[in-house]
């Protein structure tokens, strides 16, 4: 697993991950708080800017506790390899932005802002690939039809995997917006195995004392970058 780096916060389960994964931690910061999206945006530049960095430097694994560091992720991976797709495995689409969230809660932003819908992202929405999302809000929807986002795994690479691990069911995998109805262990192994050429993975979500089942799935007989 070439370059494995953590982006660490309060998150308990992604230190843990990144522990056993030996990933090189580059920064840490507050974990978001829910209804401040501004404030928070502001308090995760130095992580943002750790991972864009990460990304261009070659490092292909990243581990965090949320999913904001897709708002610098995705564009410089797209940035780095031409004709990117991106497969976002979510139970949401994070496709929000301030005019349509309900909660104002960052972590249901990045997304809509690394494809530019509301922040200065680049990523093209018709090259994004929603898999397992199954919590949408209305606000979103209108916005991933509008945007051409694809609800069908990538025919196609390269590819860069963002694996919130809620996608899988909450019996499985616990996590603080748990919704009903999620993947197997053996449903996510074989979408990321299914995979063409993926180029780099960034994996949030991981629930303490869960880490070692996501490392063993993370290892070098699993997800290959």
Not at 47 to 72: F, H, K, N, Q, Y
Not at 127 to 152: K, W
Not at 183 to 202: C, F, H, R, S
Request: aromatic share 4%; net charge negative; with cysteine.
């Amino acid at each position: 697993m070439a370059g494995v780096a953590a982006l660490l916060d309060d998150d308990g389960g992604a230190r843990e991950l990144a522990e056993l994964l030996g990933a090189r931690v580059v920064a840490q910061a507050p974990y978001p708080r829910v209804g401040e999206w501004e404030a928070d945006l502001e308090r995760s530049a130095e992580l943002l800017a750790a991972a864009r960095a990460e990304v261009e430097a070659g490092t292909t694994t990243l581990v965090a506790g949320s999913c904001d560091l897709a708002i610098a992720t995705l564009p410089a991976a797209a940035a780095k390899h031409p004709g990117l797709r991106v497969a976002w495995f979510d139970a949401h689409p994070d496709f929000n932005t301030p005019e349509t969230s309900m909660s104002g809660f960052l972590g249901g932003m990045p997304l809509a802002a690394a494809c530019g819908v509301w922040h200065d992202g680049t990523v093209d929405p018709t090259r994004v690939h929603l898999m397992g999302v199954r919590d949408v809000d209305p606000g979103e929807r209108e916005l991933l039809d509008a945007h051409g986002a694809n609800e069908t795994p990538p025919p196609d690479g390269p590819v860069w995997v963002h694996l919130d691990l809620d996608v899988l069911d909450p019996s499985l995998m616990p996590a603080p917006f748990a919704v009903p109805g999620g993947w197997t262990w053996e449903q996510l192994e074989a979408a990321l195995a299914a995979l063409p050429d993926v180029v780099g993975i960034e994996v949030t979500g991981c629930a303490p004392r869960h880490a070692e089942r996501v490392a063993q799935m993370l290892s070098p007989s699993g997800v290959r970058t």
